[in-house]
T-cell receptor, first 112, second 110 residues
Framework: DAKTTQPPSMDCAEGRAANLPCNHS???????VYWYRQIHSQGPQYIIHGLKNNETNEMASLIITEDRKSSTLILPHATLRDTAVYYCIVRVATGYGQNFVFGPGTRLSVLP | NAGVTQTPKFQVLKTGQSMTLQCAQD?????MSWYRQDPGMGLRLIHY???????DQGEVPNGYNVSRSTTEDFPLRLLSAAPSQTSVYFC?????????FGQGTRLTVV
């Protein structure tokens, strides 16, 4: 799996967009970018994933650069409940299940 | 749907005791995993299973056993608890590109 690099912590004002960066300069052509988050010692929660096109769902948007060496997770209107540790993971997609390697992630604090 | 259910939520063990952490899922997923998370760190993979009767080791398997007799259940056994096994344990089931996690078991070994 390609190594990912994330800032250890970030702050964001409530109601503003939170932009969480991730570098994955050694990503290979068949590896996807996944984002999970972990709220206060709960189990991690899937947010979004993508290969090369930008993706959006009800939780967030994922912007992947054209060279795929970095990506940004965007929470468009952050709330206090978005305070969590966010994990960027690069993995090959499978046709069944798989494990994920969780590094230290980015601790996002949404401030009132 | 209950998703992934872990029991107990909290447990205190004495050094040398054994116990089983329970994990059950109702999504009919073949792939299940156990992770541990130590303070301030990411999750580390202990054991995983790709289906009933099939298990394999992850990154930190020593001191733990697993078995998978049904699709729904994937228990984790601590053979002889040690203080180094104090941690939060997460069970997950996975299908395609998404993993679903339980709420965790907080284990303290004294």
């Amino acid at each position: 799996d390609a190594k990912t690099t994330q800032p250890p912590s970030m702050d964001c004002a409530e109601g503003r967009a939170a932009n969480l960066p991730c570098n994955h300069s050694t990503i290979s052509g068949n590896e996807y970018v996944y984002w999970y988050r972990q709220i206060h010692s709960q189990g991690p929660q899937y947010i979004i994933h993508g290969l090369k096109n930008n993706e959006t769902n009800e939780m967030a948007s994922l912007i992947i650069t054209e060279d795929r060496k970095s990506s940004t997770l965007i929470l468009p209107h952050a709330t206090l409940r978005d305070t969590a540790v966010y994990y960027c993971i690069v993995r090959v997609a499978t046709g069944y299940g798989q494990n994920f390697v969780f590094g230290p992630g980015t601790r996002l604090s949404v401030l009132p | 749907n209950a998703g992934v259910t872990q029991t107990p939520k909290f447990q205190v063990l004495k050094t040398g005791q054994s116990m089983t952490l329970q994990c059950a899922q109702d999504m009919n997923h073949e792939y299940m995993s156990w992770y541990r998370q130590d303070p301030g760190m990411g999750l580390r993979l202990i054991h995983y299973s790709v289906g009933a009767g099939i298990t394999d080791q992850g990154e930190v398997p020593n001191g733990y056993n697993v078995s998978r007799s049904t699709t729904e259940d994937f228990p984790l056994r601590l053979l002889s608890a040690a203080p180094s096994q104090t941690s939060v344990y997460f069970c997950a089931s996975s299908y395609l590109n998404e993993a679903f996690f339980g709420q965790g078991t907080r284990l303290t070994v004294v």
